[in-house]
């Protein structure tokens, strides 16, 4: 598959006091570009409800730290069934000690505190949805962890988690796998339990996973000639061409993510890129999430920049080439954890369990000390 060069397109903005970020309709390919682009098989069933991303954020959990506090969060996920929350973070300078500890030491002793983002190495923590630690794995070489997804656990098998794995020098992974979550254990890339999927595309980069179990689908985000790209698949075939080591089933949706533009300090898109921070999908609706730090005082109310930074997506992934007047796209800014410090955006995912439909993120805040913590707000 290739990928041409699309022109940067405007999404539609709307949501409460977005009066900047007016309705706009995506800017159309030229003709050869479309003609050239990928058709959109869009098989995804229809059922699953659209989450309003311009609906007000709830806290559900506050000051939540993971395994290791010297490093942010960067992906959520859940297991739904069960009532888990699981997160990956770059492992930090103050495990490096206990990577080389033991029966790790073998394969962690060249490694330097701060190479493991460059090197993706991944610490992966289990919490209950309270907060609290459960379990934790740590994943060298697998990748950023910017998202990853949860196949629930049953009565007779683990949760199996899907990341991105083989990271290149840039620490972003350049394939998918799969492999059973086993408390304080320790995972490298080619170890016999990481189950490896075929890529969608051989030219394929910088590749992150999201499992929405609740409808069976695995979906895929990958660079591809400049541009990212989303790929639905039948999670059940997924998990076989994993198992077995053959080819991708055929895709349910394959569309291109739309342009992400900043925001200036009225609130108006500009022209450069936002920085992605997470995504997560829910039936045919996938959701985004993008922002900065805040740059202002925590103790006065967002303004600026620092108003307008956090941003929430909607898109349908049955769309035409994200075009508005065929595929819904919803875009608004986020104002939650306004006291927060740093105020990043970390990671998104849908929650399907007994609280009802819930569209999750992490918005980091750490302690005075310096602990690097997150709380979690949610959408309904």
Request: hydrophobic share 40%.
């Given at each position: 598959?290739?990928?041409?060069?699309?022109?940067?397109?405007?999404?539609?903005?709307?949501?409460?006091?977005?009066?900047?970020?007016?309705?706009?309709?995506?800017?159309?390919?030229?003709?050869?570009?479309?003609?050239?682009?990928?058709?959109?098989?869009?098989?995804?069933?229809?059922?699953?409800?659209?989450?309003?991303?311009?609906?007000?954020?709830?806290?559900?959990?506050?000051?939540?730290?993971?395994?290791?506090?010297?490093?942010?969060?960067?992906?959520?996920?859940?297991?739904?069934?069960?009532?888990?929350?699981?997160?990956?973070?770059?492992?930090?300078?103050?495990?490096?000690?206990?990577?080389?500890?033991?029966?790790?030491?073998?394969?962690?002793?060249?490694?330097?505190?701060?190479?493991?983002?460059?090197?993706?190495?991944?610490?992966?923590?289990?919490?209950?949805?309270?907060?609290?630690?459960?379990?934790?794995?740590?994943?060298?070489?697998?990748?950023?962890?910017?998202?990853?997804?949860?196949?629930?656990?049953?009565?007779?098998?683990?949760?199996?988690?899907?990341?991105?794995?083989?990271?290149?020098?840039?620490?972003?992974?350049?394939?998918?796998?799969?492999?059973?979550?086993?408390?304080?254990?320790?995972?490298?890339?080619?170890?016999?339990?990481?189950?490896?999927?075929?890529?969608?595309?051989?030219?394929?980069?910088?590749?992150?996973?999201?499992?929405?179990?609740?409808?069976?689908?695995?979906?895929?985000?990958?660079?591809?000639?400049?541009?990212?790209?989303?790929?639905?698949?039948?999670?059940?075939?997924?998990?076989?061409?994993a198992t077995d080591?053959?080819?991708?089933?055929?895709?349910?949706?394959?569309?291109?993510q739309p342009f992400?533009?900043?925001?200036?300090?009225?609130?108006?898109?500009?022209?450069?890129?936002?920085?992605?921070?997470?995504?997560?999908?829910?039936?045919?609706?996938?959701?985004?999430?993008?922002?900065?730090?805040?740059?202002?005082?925590?103790?006065?109310?967002?303004?600026?920049?620092?108003?307008?930074?956090?941003?929430?997506?909607?898109?349908?992934?049955?769309?035409?080439?994200?075009?508005?007047?065929?595929?819904?796209?919803?875009?608004?800014?986020?104002?939650?954890?306004?006291?927060?410090?740093?105020?990043?955006?970390?990671?998104?995912?849908?929650?399907?369990?007994?609280?009802?439909?819930?569209?999750?993120?992490?918005?980091?805040?750490?302690?005075?000390s310096g602990t690097?913590?997150?709380?979690?707000?949610?959408?309904?």
């Amino acid at each position: 598959m290739s990928s041409p060069a699309l022109s940067r397109r405007r999404l539609m903005f709307a949501g409460a006091g977005v009066a900047a970020a007016a309705a706009a309709p995506l800017a159309a390919a030229g003709a050869a570009q479309a003609a050239a682009a990928p058709v959109n098989p869009a098989n995804i069933p229809d059922g699953a409800p659209l989450i309003g991303v311009d609906h007000g954020s709830t806290r559900w959990a506050g000051s939540i730290v993971n395994r290791d506090t010297s490093t942010t969060l960067q992906g959520i996920a859940f297991d739904s069934v069960n009532g888990h929350l699981y997160t990956l973070q770059i492992a930090g300078a103050s495990q490096v000690a206990y990577l080389r500890s033991g029966s790790q030491v073998a394969v962690t002793a060249t490694i330097d505190g701060d190479q493991h983002a460059a090197s993706g190495d991944l610490c992966l923590t289990k919490h209950d949805l309270s907060g609290a630690v459960l379990g934790h794995m740590y994943l060298l070489g697998f990748g950023h962890g910017v998202s990853l997804g949860i196949e629930p656990a049953t009565a007779v098998t683990p949760a199996y988690v899907w990341t991105e794995a083989s990271a290149a020098t840039s620490g972003y992974g350049r394939e998918i796998v799969r492999f059973p979550f086993a408390d304080q254990t320790l995972l490298w890339t080619s170890h016999p339990d990481v189950r490896r999927l075929a890529s969608p595309d051989a030219a394929a980069t910088a590749m992150t996973p999201y499992v929405d179990a609740a409808n069976g689908i695995l979906l895929l985000r990958y660079a591809l000639a400049g541009e990212h790209w989303f790929a639905a698949y039948d999670l059940t075939a997924a998990r076989t061409a994993a198992t077995d080591g053959t080819a991708l089933p055929a895709p349910l949706a394959r569309i291109q993510q739309p342009f992400l533009p900043k925001a200036d300090a009225n609130g108006a898109p500009t022209q450069t890129a936002a920085t992605f921070q997470g995504f997560a999908s829910h039936g045919r609706y996938v959701y985004l999430l993008d922002g900065d730090a805040r740059t202002g005082d925590p103790s006065k109310p967002l303004a600026g920049l620092d108003k307008w930074t956090v941003h929430t997506t909607s898109m349908d992934l049955n769309g035409v080439q994200n075009d508005p007047a065929t595929g819904y796209i919803r875009r608004t800014h986020s104002e939650a954890d306004a006291g927060a410090n740093p105020r990043e955006p970390e990671g998104m995912a849908v929650y399907t369990g007994p609280e009802g439909l819930r569209l999750c993120f992490g918005i980091t805040n750490n302690s005075a000390s310096g602990t690097r913590q997150f709380d979690l707000y949610y959408k309904v």
